[in-house]
């Protein structure tokens, strides 16, 4: 990975850092409503997925597969979201988010819906432990 990564401040303010994988760091949104987790490449300077090599490409795709499997252990879900927009925050970071029809903005998008609610710390606690328990499973 390059030595100059830095974690775009914004993502910094709005996450809790899960694990680090082999190309990513990998988030989980602070926001309680939704299964919400964000993939990071440690590549500095990269805006785009084409800007990956090749094998990055891939390996960031098996990632992505990574924390949908995080994802299911904290419940089911009915439709997985996999995105990456960088309208607002350029540095290249993919969501992978667990929707529900039961959640507050299905079936559009989370994306400006509403203010994030943040975990609090027991709830914070108990989702990182269980996705960092699916991870190593």
Known sequence: MTSSFALDPRL???THTVAELPLSRLLLMDDWRYGWLILVPRQADVRELTELARAD??????EIALAARALAALGSFDKLNVGAL???????????IA???DDPAWPGPVWGHSARVGHDADALASRLQQLRDALAS
């Open 12 to 14: 910094q303010a709005d």
């Open 57 to 62: 490409q891939h390996q960031l795709l098996d």
């Open 86 to 96: 960088g309208n607002l925050v350029e540095q290249l970071h993919v969501h992978v």
């Open 99 to 101: 929707r529900r029809r």
